[in-house]
């Protein structure tokens, strides 16, 4: 009989978070900032002394959202903040790697945030209406460091994010920092989100 592969990791808290199973009771937040700290965005193709992190991608997602939506409840700034939060455990892919492996990732990503959202009192599935404005706000910090720390030309920016209005970006800026800094700030607007729902 063939060993079956090891399909969970050890996290820094002591949790052992089954992949393919995750539940709620294995997930914390420390483990998510601390993981998403170390994941650089773009694989790592930035300017800068510090890569760009998905810790600081994710607060800045929150922040355009809160601009976007100002009405929105803390239940769903809090969604903003979290929807990469599966990255901690499986990495931020590119779009065209994601692409070239196909559905299984998709599939891995929706039980890892399902989990996740239900441990932070969030619905496992996000209303459709939600899920689009936090994707409207990721494209414009995609657009965002893109343009100002991953290379790319305007023109070819606003191609794949759509270009954004300049009042959604106005104030904000896409810092490059050390990963302390960005789990400190991410775990402390988490628990700012979590005491306003």
């Not at 709620?24 to 694989?43: M, Q, S, T, Y």
């Not at 599966?86 to 890892?112: C, H, Q, T, W």
């Amino acid at each position: 009989m063939a060993k079956q592969a090891r399909a969970w990791q050890r996290m820094l808290s002591g949790r052992r978070l089954d992949l393919l199973d995750p539940t709620p009771f294995d997930i914390e937040v420390e483990d998510i900032a601390h993981g998403l700290a170390f994941v650089a965005r773009w694989n790592g193709q930035t300017l800068g002394d510090w890569p760009y992190s998905v810790a600081e991608h994710s607060l800045l997602v929150e922040a355009i959202f809160a601009r976007m939506a100002p009405e929105a409840p803390a239940k769903w700034r809090l969604a903003a903040l979290l929807h990469d939060a599966p990255e901690y455990v499986i990495g931020d892919m590119i779009s065209p790697v994601k692409a070239a492996i196909g559905p299984d990732y998709g599939e891995l990503d929706a039980r890892l945030a399902a989990a996740i959202h239900l441990r932070f009192g969030l619905p496992a599935q996000l209303p459709k209406t939600v899920k689009a404005a936090i994707k409207r706000a990721d494209n414009v910090s995609a657009w965002m460091e893109a343009t100002r720390i991953a290379g790319f030309a305007e023109a070819e920016a606003s191609k794949f994010f759509g270009r954004p209005r300049p009042e959604l970006m106005d104030g904000f800026e896409v810092r490059l920092r050390p990963p302390v800094e960005a789990r400190n700030d991410y775990t402390a607007r988490h628990a700012a989100l979590l005491s306003a729902m």
